[in-house]
């Protein structure tokens, strides 16, 4: 079945480490996401890529990085710079025609990361 | 304001009861419109996509978009227990960018059997 991977579930950190989470899509869909997910907030946007080698900052990206080296693969780093990184991290992808980009995204089931 | 306002809930309704959620928004240039059923630890999945203006119809859902009244709603009908969970609108521009999809922070549903 195609879908959207992300491991591990649940990510348990110490503060001041970096910690890196997986996402791998076997949909073969051009574009990936991450997007963090707090209670009572709606989803925000953190980095996007739209093309292998290529990926730009959204929303709330401060603390964050990530980088695209192959199309399925588009790990997210979340540094001892991110002030407050415990939340619920999800990544999405989706297909790109031509242009323009108004295909619907398409999530993994995310993964909690708790840093205390 | 947030560009887009979706009423938290919690919502509990009985098994059988017809839902309906709505969100607002204030940006006149969003043209594309999504509902999203979210379970609990789990990603979103799509349920309705669509464009500008009008109904659309899915077994029991619909979506309903007012875009002179910046209004969307999902109704679910003949609602069950299984369509617990949490449901989140969204909406972009017609855009090359992801930047502008942007989400509702989410209803979340309890139907009690």
């Known amino acids: 079945d195609g879908g959207i991977t992300q491991s591990p579930k649940y990510l348990f950190r110490k503060e001041g480490q970096n910690v890196t989470l997986s996402c791998e899509q076997n949909?073969?869909?051009?574009?990936m996401y991450w997007y963090r997910q707090d209670p009572g907030q709606g989803l925000r946007l953190i980095y996007y890529?739209?093309?292998?080698?290529?990926?730009q900052k959204g929303d709330i990206a401060e603390g964050y990085s990530v980088s695209r080296e192959k199309k399925e693969s588009f790990p997210l780093t979340v540094t001892s710079a991110q002030k407050n990184p415990t939340a619920f991290y999800l990544c999405?992808?989706?297909?790109?025609?031509?242009?323009?980009?108004?295909?619907?995204?398409?999530f993994g089931n995310g993964t909690r990361l708790t840093v205390t | 304001q947030k560009e887009v306002e979706q009423d938290p809930g919690p919502l509990s309704v009985p098994e059988g009861a017809i839902v309906s959620l709505n969100c607002t928004y204030s940006n006149s240039a969003f043209q594309y419109f999504m509902w999203y059923r979210q379970y609990s630890r789990k990603g979103p999945e799509l349920l309705m996509y669509?464009?500008?203006?009008g109904n659309k119809e899915d077994g029991r859902f619909t979506a309903q978009v007012d875009k002179s009244s910046k209004y969307i709603s999902l109704f679910i009908r003949d609602s069950q227990p299984s369509d617990s969970a949490t449901y989140l609108c969204?909406?972009?521009?017609?855009?090359?960018?992801?930047?502008?999809?942007?989400f509702g922070s989410g209803t979340q549903l309890t139907v009690l059997p």
């Open positions: 999405a992808s989706s297909i790109v025609t031509g242009r323009r980009n108004n295909s619907p995204l398409h």
């Open positions: 969204a909406m972009r521009i017609p855009s090359g960018s992801a930047r502008q999809l942007t």
């Open positions: 669509t464009y500008s203006s």
């Open positions: 949909l073969n869909h051009d574009a």
């Open positions: 890529s739209q093309i292998v080698n290529d990926f």
